[in-house]
């Protein structure tokens, strides 16, 4: 059935007709879609990948700065002194990094959260610190303010290894370069990587001892890191003064009244971050889901260099995402130089609405979901429902559960689950690749994902490309030059079970970008300023994209669940989706056992805005806005700010009264970081008087 429909499909409309979504619903070499076998089949086959839009604000908004993720090993944690943990409930969806900000305290370091909701994580904490949520962006504008204005910064750092002194042209934003002064045409060279001509004309900066302009040479430390000037009549500033520019207007009352974060607060904050150092910033998710959440990284970014609180030990930023690090791209995912395309979710909204994919006529009408599942954990459910999948004319899932999606699948095929089958897993948030053995045979009629692949790919001509050896598959997936590097080789990790990344000491944690100073940038440098952003996504939504306006970081309020959003009035409370320990997003979710523990859906809220409502514990309530709506059980709460409630993710469709909390959220996506926001929700609670679904 799969092999008519897939050729069926490419007859009619072509190999990019035949789609795939990816998911992180497992990070395996011979199964996840993330950089797995199912993206090498896609790519073979020549069709089309759905990148899903999801959890990626944050690391757009670290990349744009520093060229990579700069975040060392969760176990570095422990070499920091000061620790902020921003909107992560690490107690409860980051267990496994808790305990180094556990032995971390142990050793004297000061824990500070901040998190709009009194956590679990916070009540561990030395200092919980609410927030409104949505202004992360101005809380680091308004403390990175402090930190100049107050004489705290690290210039040596600042001048060695961010374009702080780098000098900035008035006239086009761009850096001043030696060709500018001289007028010749600039010497240049192709980046291999991205095909992108880079200019090598050396940076001109401002001498501090002679006052005058330079050549930016390798190790020159004597520049100057803050003034306008005037240079062969080009009019420059520092790209320090350029951020300094930024924050300005960040003053800590303007700050308060944006962030509801007390003025003397964010002062000590801000101090802290400075002088009580190293300085970690922990943070997952609970930022990203946001309009801005790329914003409240670059802002936080900005921070973290203008007080050296980056690429040392006890410098955390972020957390690290290590999948992948350990494969050989082009001959993985591209078999002989075959390769999918990539668009996005919202790509696929406007192709069910317009027939249109980036303003182009196309054709999405076959689809293969593997490792995620669409209608649960994607934005605007009923917009899924009510335009994407009719416009498909087959739709397979392979999933290990009884998914939303699966309910809305023409074929379903049963996977193996991981303790069914052998693979080799690329970890998250860890420095280690690990194997795992298969502790029993399958069950039912349930097959191996890259069983499943072998099949098809038999059938559809590209079975070349998935040998039935699964170690050579693997074999095929590893980077020759990183195995070179750690030692890694395949009987190796099957022997010992993991193998560790490592970059600087394999007996210590990474620190894993910046930690010689440069930076994988077009400066070398970390660029709080940059002159040439790019949207993270070439998109629909990226057409949009403004790029003089995300030079610097800024402030933007969220795009619905803020009080001077349109709807403001008639959907006053924000709508959040808080990770448990008793789900993976919708993994887990019909476990009996755990649902002895969490018998079912619930909404949490602040008990003023539950008086105003005249709703009780236990009440049965509707959670709606315009686009749809869900019914769960009530539970008043003084964790929760007025304003905010929250209900746990993860929740498959049916076990709810009524609805489905994707139906209340929207695939409204910023052209910059072109992220889904989970959490950017405004919706209106009230009792329900309907009945039971």
């Keep these: 059935m799969v092999v008519e429909n897939f050729e069926a499909t490419k007859e009619k409309y072509g190999s990019r007709a035949i789609a795939y979504t990816e998911g992180s619903g497992n990070y395996g070499t011979l199964t996840s879609s993330h950089f797995g076998a199912t993206s090498r089949f896609f790519g073979a086959l020549e069709g089309t990948t759905i990148s899903n839009t999801l959890d990626v604000a944050q690391s757009y908004g670290l990349t744009r700065v520093f060229g990579g993720m700069p975040n060392n090993d969760p176990a570095d944690l ?68 402090v930190v100049l204005d107050e004489g705290l910064q690290d210039d040596a750092y600042l001048r060695r290894s961010t374009v702080a002194p780098l000098l900035v042209r008035e006239d086009d934003g761009q850096f001043l370069r030696a060709n500018d002064l001289t007028g010749e045409e600039p010497t240049t060279h192709v980046n291999p990587a991205t095909g992108q001509e880079v200019n090598d004309e050396p940076f001109i900066v401002w001498s501090d001892s002679e006052d005058r302009a330079v050549e930016l040479t390798e190790g020159f430390m004597d520049t100057r890191l803050r003034g306008s000037f005037e240079v062969n009549g080009i009019k420059v500033r520092t790209g320090l003064d350029m951020l300094w520019g930024a924050v300005d207007e960040w003053t800590l009352d303007k700050a308060e009244e944006f962030t509801t974060i007390p003025a003397e607060t964010l002062h000590e904050l801000a101090v802290t971050c400075a ?240 930690f010689d ?73 019909e476990v009996p056992m755990l649902r002895e523990l969490d018998p079912g859906p619930t909404v949490r809220m602040n008990p003023t805005d539950a008086a105003n409502r005249s709703i009780e514990t236990g009440d049965t309530v509707e959670i709606f806005n315009d686009r749809g709506h869900v019914v769960v059980t009530a539970i008043v709460s003084d964790a929760l700010p007025e304003g905010m409630v929250s209900l746990p993710k993860g929740w498959l469709g049916h076990q709810h009264i009524a609805g489905a909390p994707s139906e209340l959220t929207h695939m409204r996506l910023n052209p910059a970081s072109v992220n889904q926001s989970f959490f950017d929700v405004a919706v209106e609670i009230r009792h329900w008087e309907g009945e039971q679904a």
């Design 275 to 514: 002088t009580e150092t190293p300085t970690s910033f922990y943070h997952c998710m609970g930022i990203d889901h946001w309009d801005n959440g790329h914003l409240s990284t670059f802002a936080e970014s900005a921070l973290a260099c203008v007080t050296g609180n980056v690429g040392r030990p006890g410098s955390q930023l972020g957390f690290k995402w290590y999948f992948a690090e350990n494969l050989d791209f082009p001959r993985w995912l591209m078999p002989d130089g075959h390769a999918a395309r990539t668009i996005y979710t919202d790509d696929m909204f406007e192709v069910a609405n317009k027939g249109t994919i980036q303003e182009k006529p196309d054709a999405i009408k076959a689809l293969y979901v593997s490792g995620c599942n669409p209608l649960g954990a994607f934005c605007d459910r009923n917009q899924w429902l009510d335009k994407v999948l009719p416009m498909l004319d087959f739709i397979v899932t392979v999933d290990i559960y009884n998914s939303d999606t699966v309910e809305y699948s023409d074929l379903v095929l049963p996977a193996a689950h991981w303790f069914e089958r052998q693979d080799l897993q690329f970890g998250n948030n860890h420095p280690f690749i690990m194997w795992g053995d298969k502790a029993v045979e399958p069950l039912g009629e349930s097959k191996p994902d890259i069983e499943i692949l072998r099949m098809l790919a038999a059938r559809l001509g590209i079975k070349e490309y998935f040998p039935d050896s699964d170690d050579e598959i693997i074999k095929t997936a590893i980077n020759d030059s990183w195995a070179e590097r750690i030692g890694f080789t395949l009987d190796r990790v099957k022997e010992e079970g993991a193998v560790k990344v490592w970059y600087q000491d394999p007996d210590k944690p990474n620190v894993c970008l910046g």
């Design 517 to 589: 100073g440069t930076f994988p940038t077009p400066t070398g440098r970390a660029e709080f300023y940059n002159p040439n952003p790019r949207p993270r996504a070439q998109s629909g939504t990226s057409l949009r994209f403004d790029p003089v306006s995300e030079r610097l970081p800024f402030f933007s309020p969220p795009v619905e669940a803020w009080p001077t959003s349109p709807v403001h009035d008639k959907y006053p409370l924000a709508f959040f989706q808080e990770h448990t320990r008793w789900r993976v997003h919708t993994q887990y979710a």
């Design 78 to 145: 422990v070499n920091a002194k000061t620790i902020f943990i921003v909107g992560s409930n690490m107690t409860e969806a980051q267990i496994h990094t808790w305990h180094f900000v556990a032995d971390a305290k142990d050793k004297g370091a000061k824990v500070i959260v901040i998190d709009p909701v009194y956590t679990p994580t916070a009540s561990k904490a030395d200092q919980w610190v609410r927030i409104r949520s949505g202004s992360d962006p101005a809380m680091f504008l308004a403390m990175t303010r």
